[in-house]
């Protein structure tokens, strides 16, 4: 939903701007705006790759944490468990 919020709001700002600033017929700026194009969908591309790795970091994180309270768990559990059979 935000996202098609987003891309109306660029929709709205290009028709805007083209309404008051016309691009006017010269091939260098055609060729401009393609490399300007290209250089955001490479950053959003990065960028999606960059969240898509750090959401990976996060869970590699989050499960080496819960690992560590495992072992120490059952760490605790089996000195209870052998303190208990002495008693």
Request: proline share 3%.
């Amino acid at each position: 939903m935000v996202g098609m919020r987003s891309d109306r709001a660029r929709a709205r700002a290009r028709n805007l701007l083209a309404t008051i600033y016309p691009l006017p017929d010269d091939p260098e700026l055609h060729r401009l705006r393609e490399l300007a194009v290209d250089y955001i969908r490479e950053a959003e591309r990065l960028e999606a790759e960059y969240k898509g790795r750090a959401v990976a970091e996060s869970d590699e994180l989050i499960s080496t944490a819960l690992d560590a309270v495992a072992r120490d768990y059952f760490v605790r559990a089996i000195a209870r468990a052998k303190l208990q059979r002495k008693a």
